[in-house]
């Protein structure tokens, strides 16, 4: 109950690729239906771009996790309840999901609603210094996506930024958009872009590449109009973050990130390797995505990392294969080296499968996978 926008936007952008792909109606309803669920986290609010992570009917759930997150729908969704807080990594995936409308999906009226929740939400950000503020105007808790931080750079806040700022431009055509876009690059937020991950003695934050990689995918699928020189810096600095991300992580195997940095050319280092890696992470995706206990300390054949994770657990010293991880919200953005994964959980939660789709049908539409 805390992270629908973020995957409901994963899963937006993954259909509308498969409608690229394939033109297939179901792929084009389900796009409408998914930008209906994010209107309704919009709405429910009652405030202008501010979106809910969660929302349902008062009384559906018996108890409300992190109550003091939790407040009455606004005019017109009183007998609602709606769970606030909203963070950089749900607006990752909003980006994401709400500009694959806008690049590849042709219908005006999806297009029209897609502008219309981007415009408003960057209006709430970027209009108010880039800081996503909650209800009341109160700042949240993971909503400053500032590109930098006492001076010093912030890859994936300058990633958020810079991606809602010129989706909302090119989606909604406001001239106030398209300034706060140059603002922003002649501020020097590019220039942040490259420091989106690091490895400090084998510990890394794999969320913060995974919603770069959201945030940058539109940026990196449509080239610059000629001339737009604003544009052609941006997409440049996008080019050297995921160049950079791939290439600290290369041999992992990460389908998604591979399909974002693909379209932009081989200024991104995606290498032959990248692509067999792709394939074969997709052909060995799990069927069945119930969170459970996976401990592979019995693995004697498997060498280990002298370092252990953010999270202190111990590592191996290669990357494990997908289908030998614990299925997680987004495989992409999960740790593929710990030897002990999700240790409390019992099998009796499932995902959905968003995580596949995200990167099979931009590889699809792409001609990488059949």
Same mark, same amino acid.
């Given at each position: 109950?805390?992270?629908? /926008? ?9 259909? *509308?690729?498969?409608?690229?792909? =394939? %033109? ?18 919009? $709405? ?7 979106? $809910?992570?969660?929302? *349902? ?16 729908? +606004? ?8 769970? +606030? ?7 990752? @995936?909003? /980006?994401?999901?709400?500009?694959? /409308? ?6 005006? +009226?999806?297009? $029209? ?5 981007? +415009? ?20 949240? &808790? ?12 912030? @890859? ?30 002649? @501020?020097?937020? *590019? ?6 991950? /690091? ?7 794999? !969320? ?31 080019? &050297? ?8 992580? %290369?041999?992992? @195997? ?45 693995? =004697?054949?498997? $060498?280990? *990392? ?41 099998? !009796?939660?499932?995902?959905?499968? &968003? ?16």
């Amino acid at each position: 109950m805390s992270d629908q /926008v973020i995957w409901s936007g994963a899963l937006l952008g993954a259909e *509308c690729e498969r409608w690229a792909a =394939t %033109r297939d109606p179901a792929a084009l309803a389900r796009v409408k239906s998914l930008l209906h669920g994010l209107e309704t986290l919009a $709405a429910v609010t009652g405030e202008r771009g501010l979106l $809910a992570r969660f929302a *349902c009917p008062a009384g559906w759930i018996r108890s409300e996790p992190r109550p003091e997150e939790w407040r009455a729908g +606004g005019p017109g969704w009183e007998e609602w309840r709606w769970r +606030g807080d909203l963070s950089k990594d749900q607006l990752s @995936g909003l /980006v994401y999901g709400l500009a694959s /409308v806008g690049d590849l999906v042709e219908d005006p +009226g999806a297009r $029209a609603r897609a502008a219309l929740l981007l +415009g408003a939400v960057a209006d709430r950000l970027l209009g108010r210094g880039g800081v996503y503020e909650d209800a009341g105007g109160v700042p949240s &808790t993971y909503g400053d996506v500032r590109p930098r931080f006492l001076g010093l750079p912030v @890859g994936v806040n300058a990633a958020v930024t810079l991606g809602l700022a010129d989706a909302a431009a090119r989606a909604t055509g406001e001239p106030r958009h398209r300034r706060w876009l140059e603002a922003l690059v002649a @501020g020097g937020a *590019c220039g942040s872009l490259p420091f989106a991950t /690091v490895r400090i003695l084998g510990r890394e934050n794999f !969320n913060n590449p995974n919603m770069t990689a959201l945030a940058l995918a539109s940026i990196l699928r449509t080239p610059p109009p000629p001339g737009d020189e604003v544009r052609a810096r941006l997409r440049e600095g996008a080019r &050297t973050a995921m160049a950079r991300i791939l290439a600290l992580h %290369r041999g992992e @195997g990460n389908a998604f990130w591979i399909a974002v940095a693909l379209p932009a050319g081989p200024e991104t280092g995606v290498t032959g390797r990248d692509l067999r890696d792709a394939r074969a992470q997709l052909l060995r995706f799990p069927a069945v995505l119930a969170q459970r206990r996976t401990d592979l300390s019995g693995r =004697t054949d498997l $060498a280990r *990392c002298a370092w252990n994770s953010r999270r202190g657990r111990s590592q191996f010293l290669l990357p494990l294969p997908v289908d030998a991880l614990g299925p997680g919200s987004f495989a992409w953005k999960s740790n593929p080296f710990e030897v002990l994964q999700d240790p409390d959980e019992e099998g !009796n939660v499932f995902y959905s499968g &968003t995580d596949f789709l995200a990167a099979y049908w931009p590889l699809r539409r792409l001609g990488v996978v059949e």
